[in-house]
């Protein structure tokens, strides 16, 4: 990620590449916070959550909002707390596919002097920024949800990830040079751990080399299937939370038991979906969530539609309310 085409990919002044995110918010999320506060996204990834968990025994003050609201994070900034103030939470949600408004959280940020850490593990290669070349509202690029919401790293440090788009063993983290500088000191996986493995980082090269020479088009795909899929579930009654259009497609299952029954009816009909099964998740988020890839085809996606018809029949899936609900809970 060294190299000048990759730095200007996101635009950011500086990025570091570390071999994983989760290391990344185990490690850089503490610094940031030292013994200031932490406002936490209520339904934040795993790995962020962690990451606090870890800054809170470093004595940092850890306070969640509610997921995706900008109107209760406020409330929480406008208390007296301790600096330094950080806002961590995801980009495009590993889940439900959706995004928060980022332009409105780093507004806060900038108001509050606290810095917007966001994780954008899904966006990152597959939205980007926008513009009269764009092929589809995903953007373009791929440089992530920063710069699809048109933002400057002002107060923003964006983490991603390579292990999505790219099938590769990287992250990095963008944003200021200094901040690279201490982190490089600071962040212990950097000094004390190996670095991501050779072939990771080929296959990195090699990725962000497709990216750059028909990344577009190959979006371009993935948005029309994704929309197709999106589609296909709207018609058969098949509720999902997700609104954005972008390939993250979960949906959820009326009776959380069925999952295992589920699980095998898709994988016996060729369906590699990642399933979302008690106590990974609350009862009431139990279901599975559906990718679509670029190297997916329209074959395929009928095929998909032909067995989730398949699956409607036979199992029942969670009604609409329900389905919103789940959304906004946790
Ligand atoms: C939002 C999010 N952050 C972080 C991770 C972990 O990334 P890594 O494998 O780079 O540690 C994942 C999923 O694997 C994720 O969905």
Redesign the pocket.
Known sequence: MGDASELELVGAEDTLALP????IHMTVIPILAGSGTIFLDGRA?K??YDGCSVARGHGATVFRFTHADPEHLERLLQADTEPPRLICM?GVN?MTGNAPDVATFARLAREHDALLYV?D??GFGVIGERGPGELCDYGMRGNSIVRHVGETYENIVLVA?L?KAYSSLL?FVAGPTELKQILKTAAPPYLYSGPSPIASLATALEGLRVNRERGDELRLRMHRMARRVLGGLAELGIVTPNTSGYPIIEVPLHDPDDIDEVGRYLFDHGIYATMAAYPLVPKHEVGFRLQVTASNTDEQVSHLLLTLNGLAERFQMRPAAHATLARHTG
């Open positions: 994983t995110i989760t290391l990834h790995t962020i995801d590993s994780d593990a899904h990830g292990s992250a």
